[in-house]
C-alpha cells in the first residue's frame, strides 16, 4: 500500500532570500514584507526574527521598532512559487513518480517508487529533511495514509519528522484544527463562529445541515483527510518533459494488454526523444484508474537509452505490480529525466567487434531498488578518505593514488576498537582481542605513520596514526592502527583499532 508524504517548507520565503544573498549572515533577522495599498505587514517571518518577537501579520513599523537590525525585503510570491516548482522538479526526479505541489509552502508526494530505495519511512523521511536543511532550507514531513492528514499533521506537530503509522489517522487528526482541512479561508472562519475547532469536532456532526450551509466541500475534505474518498496527487508537469499518453473508451486491466499499450507508447517516447536528440535516464508510467486513483511505476537506466526494446522490458519485469481495480482508462509515459544522446553506430558491415556491454545489467540491479556504483582513487593518506564513490558508467579513471605500503582486499567502513598488549611506542602488538577472540601475533610489519589531514580540521592538526600489518597463527593477516604516536597524548589516544583484513 502506498503512502503519503507531505513537505512543509515554513520558511521558504525567507530561506530563499538568505540562499539568494550570501552578504545576509545566519544569525541575522529577516521578515518579508507584503503591500496592500499603503497598509504594509510581515508575511513571512524566519526563525532568528521570530525569536526577537516579530510574528506574521504584525504591521511593518511595529516589527521595525522590535529590533533595529531587522531586515526587510519585499515579498516576492511569484519567485516563491516558482522555487517552489523547482523543488517539485527536484523531487519528482529524486523520489517519486507522483509530485505535486502543495498549496503555496510545500509539496506532497505519493511514496511509491521511493520508500523501498530509502531503507524504510523514517530513514526516507530524515534523510529528507537533512537533505534540505543541507541546502539552507527549513524542512518538515509528514507520512500517513491520506494527503489530507499528512497535510494537517505536518503542520501542527512540532516535530521536524511525523509518521502516522497505518490505520491511525482518526486518533491523529481529530484534535488538530479545522484550518488544515483544506478549506477556503471564509468557510473555516464561518465554522469558528458556529462553535467548530477541531477536525474531531467537525467529524462528529451530522452532515446533511454541513452540506446545507457550507455546500459538499466540507463533506469532501473531511472523507478524503480520512480516507473514505480518494484524493488524487496531479503529478507536476513541465513543457520541458517529453511526455506521451493513451486514454481508452473501455477501461483496461489484463496484463497482456497493459503490456502491449505500454511498448506502443515506448515507441512514441523514444520517436519524441529521438527529434529532440535525447536518451530517457529515467522513465514514469504513471496509470489512471476508474476510481480517480493512480499508481506510477519508475524505470531507469545507467546511460540515456533511446533502445525500444529494451525500455519495454523494464517497465514489462514490472507491470505485475499494478493493481487494476475496476480497470484503467488512461495511460501516461514520461521522460521525468533525459539526457543528450547522439546517433552512434552500432556495428560495421565489414567487421564486428566483440564489446562487452554491463549497462542492462546495472539497470536490472538499480530497478530492484540495488546501489550500483563503482570506486574511484582519491589523493589522501587517510585510508578511508583515498576511495570515493562515482556513477557506475563514468569514464575509467586513468590517475591512481600511488602507495608504497600495502593495502588490505578488504577496508571496513569505519576502524573497529580492539584490545593489544604491545611495547610504545614502536612495537607491533604481541596479541590483540578482536570481536570477543584473542588472536596472537606470530608476524608483523611496520609502522607505517600516517599523518592527520590539518586543513580540514584543527582536530587533525597533530593527529597521527601508526599501521601496523600483523599475522596470527592460523595465516590470518589484519591491518591495525594505533591512534597517536605512542608519547604525546596531543596525537591520539593510543587506542588500537582493526582497519582491514588481507587476503
Given at each position: 500500500?502506498?503512502?503519503?508524504?507531505?513537505?512543509?517548507?515554513p520558511?521558504l520565503?525567507?530561506?530563499?532570500?538568505?540562499?539568494d544573498?550570501p552578504?545576509?549572515?545566519?544569525?541575522q533577522p529577516?521578515?518579508?514584507?507584503?503591500r496592500?495599498?499603503?497598509?504594509?505587514?510581515?508575511?513571512?517571518?524566519?526563525?532568528?526574527?521570530?525569536?526577537?518577537g516579530?510574528?506574521?501579520?504584525?504591521?511593518?513599523?511595529?516589527?521595525q521598532?522590535?529590533?533595529?537590525?531587522l531586515i526587510?525585503v519585499?515579498?516576492?510570491?511569484?519567485?516563491?512559487?516558482?522555487?517552489?516548482?523547482?523543488?517539485?522538479?527536484?523531487?519528482?526526479?529524486?523520489?517519486?513518480?507522483?509530485?505535486a505541489?502543495?498549496?503555496?509552502?510545500g509539496?506532497v508526494?505519493?511514496?511509491?517508487?521511493?520508500?523501498?530505495?530509502?531503507g524504510?519511512?523514517?530513514?526516507?523521511?530524515t534523510?529528507i529533511?537533512?537533505?534540505?536543511?543541507s541546502?539552507?532550507?527549513?524542512?518538515?514531513?509528514a507520512?500517513?495514509?491520506?494527503?489530507?492528514a499528512?497535510?494537517?499533521?505536518v503542520?501542527?506537530?512540532?516535530?521536524?519528522?511525523?509518521?502516522?503509522?497505518q490505520?491511525?489517522?482518526?486518533?491523529?487528526v481529530?484534535k488538530?484544527?479545522?484550518?488544515?482541512l483544506?478549506?477556503p479561508e471564509k468557510?473555516?472562519?464561518?465554522l469558528?463562529?458556529l462553535?467548530?475547532?477541531t477536525?474531531?469536532?467537525?467529524?462528529?456532526?451530522a452532515?446533511?445541515p454541513?452540506?446545507?450551509?457550507?455546500?459538499?466541500e466540507v463533506?469532501?475534505?473531511l472523507?478524503?483527510t480520512?480516507?473514505?474518498?480518494?484524493?488524487?496527487?496531479?503529478p507536476?508537469?513541465?513543457a520541458?518533459?517529453?511526455?506521451?499518453?493513451?486514454?481508452?473508451?473501455?477501461p483496461?486491466?489484463?496484463?497482456?494488454?497493459?503490456?502491449?499499450?505500454?511498448?506502443?507508447l515506448?515507441?512514441?517516447?523514444v520517436?519524441?526523444?529521438?527529434?529532440?536528440?535525447?536518451g530517457a535516464?529515467?522513465?514514469?508510467?504513471?496509470?489512471?484508474?476508474?476510481?480517480?486513483?493512480?499508481q506510477?511505476?519508475r524505470a531507469?537506466?545507467a546511460?540515456?537509452?533511446?533502445?525500444?526494446?529494451?525500455?519495454?522490458?523494464?517497465?514489462?519485469?514490472?507491470t505485475?505490480?499494478?493493481?487494476?481495480?475496476?480497470?484503467?482508462?488512461?495511460?501516461?509515459?514520461?521522460a521525468?529525466?533525459?539526457?543528450p544522446?547522439?546517433?552512434?553506430?552500432?556495428?560495421?558491415?565489414l567487421?564486428e567487434?566483440e564489446?562487452?556491454?554491463?549497462?542492462p545489467?546495472?539497470?536490472?540491479?538499480?530497478?530492484?531498488?540495488?546501489?550500483?556504483y563503482?570506486?574511484?582513487?582519491?589523493a589522501?593518506?587517510?585510508p578511508?578518505?583515498?576511495?570515493?564513490?562515482i556513477?557506475?558508467?563514468?569514464?575509467q579513471?586513468q590517475?591512481?593514488?600511488v602507495?608504497h605500503?600495502?593495502?588490505?582486499?578488504?577496508?571496513?567502513a569505519?576502524?573497529?576498537?580492539?584490545?593489544a598488549?604491545?611495547?610504545?611506542?614502536?612495537?607491533p602488538?604481541?596479541?590483540?582481542?578482536w570481536?570477543?577472540?584473542?588472536h596472537r601475533?606470530k608476524?608483523?610489519?611496520?609502522?607505517?605513520?600516517?599523518?592527520?589531514?590539518?586543513?580540514?580540521?584543527p582536530t587533525?592538526?597533530e593527529?597521527?596514526?601508526?599501521y601496523?600489518v600483523i599475522?596470527?597463527?592460523?595465516?590470518?593477516?589484519?591491518?591495525?592502527?594505533?591512534?597517536?604516536?605512542?608519547?604525546?597524548?596531543?596525537?591520539?589516544?593510543?587506542?588500537?583499532?582493526?582497519?582491514g583484513i588481507f587476503?
Amino acid at each position: 500500500m502506498s503512502r503519503v508524504v507531505s513537505i512543509f517548507l515554513p520558511d521558504l520565503p525567507t530561506d530563499r532570500i538568505r540562499r539568494d544573498d550570501p552578504a545576509i549572515s545566519d544569525d541575522q533577522p529577516i521578515a518579508v514584507i507584503a503591500r496592500s495599498g499603503s497598509k504594509r505587514w510581515v508575511s513571512a517571518a524566519d526563525a532568528a526574527a521570530r525569536k526577537i518577537g516579530v510574528r506574521v501579520g504584525m504591521p511593518a513599523a511595529k516589527a521595525q521598532a522590535i529590533f533595529r537590525g531587522l531586515i526587510f525585503v519585499d515579498a516576492d510570491p511569484a519567485e516563491d512559487a516558482a522555487a517552489l516548482d523547482r523543488l517539485g522538479l527536484w523531487a519528482l526526479g529524486h523520489y517519486s513518480p507522483i509530485v505535486a505541489v502543495d498549496g503555496a509552502d510545500g509539496l506532497v508526494m505519493d511514496t511509491e517508487g521511493a520508500d523501498h530505495l530509502r531503507g524504510g519511512e523514517l530513514p526516507m523521511a530524515t534523510g529528507i529533511v537533512n537533505l534540505f536543511r543541507s541546502r539552507k532550507l527549513t524542512a518538515k514531513v509528514a507520512i500517513a495514509d491520506t494527503w489530507g492528514a499528512a497535510h494537517a499533521c505536518v503542520r501542527a506537530i512540532a516535530r521536524d519528522v511525523v509518521i502516522v503509522p497505518q490505520g491511525e489517522i482518526v486518533r491523529a487528526v481529530e484534535k488538530l484544527p479545522i484550518s488544515l482541512l483544506r478549506l477556503p479561508e471564509k468557510v473555516v472562519q464561518d465554522l469558528r463562529v458556529l462553535g467548530f475547532h477541531t477536525i474531531g469536532q467537525l467529524s462528529h456532526t451530522a452532515r446533511a445541515p454541513l452540506a446545507l450551509r457550507f455546500g459538499p466541500e466540507v463533506g469532501r475534505r473531511l472523507d478524503q483527510t480520512y480516507g473514505r474518498m480518494s484524493d488524487p496527487i496531479d503529478p507536476i508537469r513541465t513543457a520541458d518533459l517529453v511526455e506521451v499518453s493513451r486514454s481508452f473508451q473501455e477501461p483496461i486491466g489484463a496484463a497482456e494488454t497493459i503490456n502491449k499499450y505500454v511498448g506502443r507508447l515506448v515507441v512514441q517516447l523514444v520517436a519524441d526523444l529521438e527529434k529532440r536528440g535525447l536518451g530517457a535516464r529515467r522513465t514514469d508510467l504513471i496509470v489512471h484508474k476508474v476510481d480517480n486513483t493512480i499508481q506510477a511505476i519508475r524505470a531507469g537506466t545507467a546511460k540515456p537509452a533511446r533502445d525500444i526494446a529494451w525500455l519495454t522490458k523494464l517497465f514489462k519485469d514490472q507491470t505485475e505490480k499494478i493493481e487494476p481495480g475496476f480497470g484503467i482508462e488512461k495511460l501516461v509515459l514520461v521522460a521525468v529525466a533525459a539526457e543528450p544522446l547522439a546517433e552512434e553506430q552500432k556495428r560495421s558491415t565489414l567487421i564486428e567487434e566483440e564489446t562487452t556491454d554491463f549497462t542492462p545489467l546495472m539497470d536490472i540491479l538499480a530497478n530492484r531498488g540495488q546501489r550500483v556504483y563503482r570506486v574511484a582513487p582519491f589523493a589522501s593518506d587517510v585510508p578511508e578518505r583515498s576511495v570515493r564513490r562515482i556513477s557506475a558508467v563514468a569514464q575509467q579513471e586513468q590517475s591512481v593514488w600511488v602507495r608504497h605500503w600495502r593495502r588490505p582486499i578488504r577496508l571496513f567502513a569505519g576502524p573497529e576498537q580492539i584490545q593489544a598488549i604491545a611495547l610504545m611506542p614502536d612495537y607491533p602488538p604481541a596479541s590483540i582481542t578482536w570481536r570477543g577472540r584473542r588472536h596472537r601475533v606470530k608476524r608483523a610489519d611496520g609502522p607505517e605513520r600516517v599523518f592527520g589531514e590539518w586543513w580540514r580540521t584543527p582536530t587533525e592538526l597533530e593527529a597521527v596514526r601508526d599501521y601496523f600489518v600483523i599475522e596470527n597463527d592460523a595465516g590470518e593477516r589484519f591491518w591495525i592502527f594505533r591512534s597517536g604516536d605512542g608519547v604525546d597524548p596531543d596525537t591520539g589516544s593510543h587506542t588500537w583499532f582493526i582497519h582491514g583484513i588481507f587476503a
